[in-house]
């Protein structure tokens, strides 16, 4: 498959770096499954930061090296994800593509499919991840919108990711299919409308405060034109 819509270049940049949030990092690996384009992208940022890496004074090296440790994950954020990822189980929900099976770890499989999703509107439901590991996010959900559901037009008070996994829907923007992403800035609006042939599901992920504080983004923004 070759989705049409990706993350701004700022935001592979980001994820290149190792500095996005853990929610963003979760939906951008979900992407690059599914999205040769991008996976070139982030190798070519990673090959070119390897050359930048080798011509950085020693000083800038050893200062940045200690800031990068101090976003790594602790042992007990370690073992959370550990045990996360000991509730996979072999049945999957039939809605989540191959290509997304990263984000199988964090749904309830204890819990018929019926049962997981938390209904919030008239033809929209949710599946929240409330997981300690996302809390660094404002929010980490997945949206189940009925065929055909209008949502209400909306801002946001921070950037949002967004991530198909089933389905589609049209905005202002553009149509989403699966596999796409809408990579909004705070001062979009956008009113998203589900088409009529099957209910879409997505990963949303909003406000993710570590977007662009590496120290490599900055660095390479220039060489990139961003
Ligand atoms: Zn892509």
């Known amino acids: 498959m070759s989705p049409k819509h990706h993350p701004d270049e700022a935001t592979l940049l980001s994820y290149a770096a190792g500095s996005l949030s853990a929610g963003a990092k979760l939906l951008l690996d979900c992407h690059l499954a599914c999205c040769e384009s991008c996976q070139r992208k982030v190798a070519q940022v990673e090959a070119f ?8 004074p020693s000083a800038v090296m050893h200062r940045s090296i200690d800031q990068l440790l101090a976003k790594l994950d602790t042992p007990e954020q370690l073992q959370a994800l550990q045990d996360g990822q000991a509730n996979v189980k072999p049945h999957a929900p039939e809605w989540l593509p191959e290509w997304a099976q990263q984000l199988s770890p964090w749904l309830d499989h204890e819990q018929k499919d019926k049962d997981l999703w938390q209904r919030v509107a008239p033809g929209i439901s949710q599946i929240r991840f409330d997981h300690e590991r996302f809390a660094a ?29 089933q389905g589609s829907y049209s905005d202002e923007t553009g149509r989403f299919c699966a596999g796409d992403v809408a990579d909004l800035d705070p001062d979009i609006k956008h009113q998203p409308i589900a088409d009529r042939d099957t209910p879409c599901i997505c990963l949303i992920v909003t406000d993710a405060p570590l977007r662009f504080e590496g120290w490599i983004p900055k660095l390479m923004q220039p060489f990139f034109g961003l």
């Open 49 to 56: 930061g390897g050359e930048l890496l080798q011509a950085i």
């Open 137 to 165: 996010d404002k929010a980490v959900r997945l949206l189940r919108i009925a065929p055909g559901t209008c949502m209400p037009k909306h801002g946001h008070s921070g950037s949002e990711l967004t991530l198909i996994l």
